[in-house]
C-alpha cells in the first residue's frame, strides 16, 4: 500500500508538471524584417515559427538558442534570411539548438555572418543532441572554432540539397561532427549538398 502511495504520489507530480508546461507554452511566429537585438531564447515548452521571406537581423555578439522547437518555413521562390544587423561589423553570435522538444526544421533558409565567440567551441550553428532537419538552405560567410556553418555533437540530423559556401573554422571549414551523444539512436545524414570555398585551418576544409 505505501508503494502504490508512492506511485500516485509520483504520477501526479509528473501531471502537475506536465499541465503547468502545457499551460504556459506559446507559439511565437516572426514575420517580415525582424531586429533581434539581444539574445533570444526559445523555451522548452515554446515554438518559434518563422514564415516565408522573412528576414532575420542580429545585433553583434547576439545569440538565439533553442530549447523548445523551432521551424523556420522558407520556401523555394521565398526564402527565409539569417543575417547581421549591422552592415560594417558582419557579424552575430549564431544559434545553438539543445533541443528535446520535437523536430526542429530549417527549409530554403540562408544562414550569414555567424561568428561563434572565441573559446566557446563552437560553430555558426551547433546542434547538441537534438532532432533537425536542414534542407534547401545556404551557409554563407560564417565562422566557428569547430565547423564553420556547423556543428553536430549526436542526435538525429538530416542535412540535404544545401550549400556550404566560404566558411571557415580550426577544424571542420563548414561541417564538423563530433559523435558525443547520450543517445544510442544518433543518425546524422548528409546527402546532395554542395561545398565550395570552405577552409579549415587546421583540419577538413568540407568536413
Same mark, same amino acid.
Not at 71 to 77: A, D, L, W, Y
Not at 166 to 179: D, E, F, P, R
Given at each position: 500500500m505505501k508503494?502504490?502511495?508512492v506511485?500516485? &504520489?509520483?504520477?501526479?507530480?509528473f501531471?502537475?508538471i506536465?499541465? %503547468?508546461?502545457?499551460l504556459?507554452?506559446? *507559439?511565437? *511566429?516572426?514575420k517580415g524584417t525582424?531586429?533581434?537585438s539581444?539574445?533570444?531564447t526559445v523555451?522548452?515548452?515554446?515554438?518559434?515559427i518563422? $514564415?516565408? =521571406? /522573412?528576414n532575420? #537581423?542580429f545585433s553583434?555578439?547576439v #545569440?538565439?538558442?533553442v530549447?523548445? &522547437?523551432i521551424n523556420s518555413?522558407?520556401t $523555394?521562390?521565398?526564402?527565409v534570411v539569417?543575417t547581421?544587423?549591422d552592415?560594417?561589423i558582419?557579424s552575430?553570435? =549564431?544559434i545553438i539548438?539543445?533541443?528535446v522538444a520535437?523536430? !526542429? *526544421?530549417f /527549409?530554403?533558409t540562408?544562414?550569414?555572418? +555567424?561568428?561563434a565567440? !572565441?573559446g566557446?567551441?563552437?560553430?555558426? +550553428? /551547433? %546542434?547538441l543532441?537534438?532532432?533537425?532537419?536542414?534542407?534547401g538552405? #545556404?551557409?554563407s560567410d !560564417?565562422?566557428? $572554432?569547430s565547423?564553420?556553418a556547423l556543428k @553536430?555533437t549526436g542526435?538525429?540530423v538530416t542535412?540535404s540539397? /544545401?550549400?556550404?559556401?566560404? !566558411?571557415?573554422? %580550426?577544424a571542420?571549414?563548414a %561541417?564538423?561532427? +563530433?559523435?558525443n551523444s547520450i543517445? $544510442?539512436?544518433?543518425l @546524422?545524414?548528409?546527402t546532395?549538398c554542395k561545398f565550395?570555398?570552405?577552409?579549415?585551418?587546421?583540419?577538413?576544409?568540407?568536413?
Amino acid at each position: 500500500m505505501k508503494i502504490k502511495g508512492v506511485f500516485l &504520489k509520483k504520477y501526479f507530480i509528473f501531471s502537475l508538471i506536465f499541465f %503547468v508546461s502545457a499551460l504556459f507554452s506559446s *507559439t511565437i *511566429t516572426w514575420k517580415g524584417t525582424k531586429i533581434i537585438s539581444s539574445d533570444f531564447t526559445v523555451a522548452p515548452a515554446d515554438i518559434l515559427i518563422i $514564415e516565408p =521571406g /522573412t528576414n532575420v #537581423r542580429f545585433s553583434p555578439g547576439v #545569440r538565439l538558442t533553442v530549447t523548445g &522547437k523551432i521551424n523556420s518555413n522558407g520556401t $523555394e521562390n521565398d526564402h527565409v534570411v539569417f543575417t547581421a544587423s549591422d552592415p560594417t561589423i558582419h557579424s552575430w553570435s =549564431g544559434i545553438i539548438i539543445n533541443s528535446v522538444a520535437g523536430e !526542429n *526544421t530549417f /527549409t530554403f533558409t540562408d544562414f550569414s555572418y +555567424m561568428t561563434a565567440p !572565441n573559446g566557446s567551441g563552437n560553430a555558426g +550553428m /551547433t %546542434v547538441l543532441n537534438s532532432v533537425v532537419s536542414i534542407s534547401g538552405c #545556404r551557409f554563407s560567410d !560564417n565562422y566557428g $572554432e569547430s565547423g564553420g556553418a556547423l556543428k @553536430i555533437t549526436g542526435g538525429n540530423v538530416t542535412v540535404s540539397g /544545401t550549400a556550404f559556401y566560404n !566558411n571557415s573554422a %580550426v577544424a571542420g571549414g563548414a %561541417v564538423y561532427i +563530433m559523435n558525443n551523444s547520450i543517445s $544510442e539512436s544518433s543518425l @546524422i545524414n548528409i546527402t546532395s549538398c554542395k561545398f565550395s570555398k570552405n577552409d579549415g585551418y587546421s583540419a577538413g576544409g568540407a568536413i
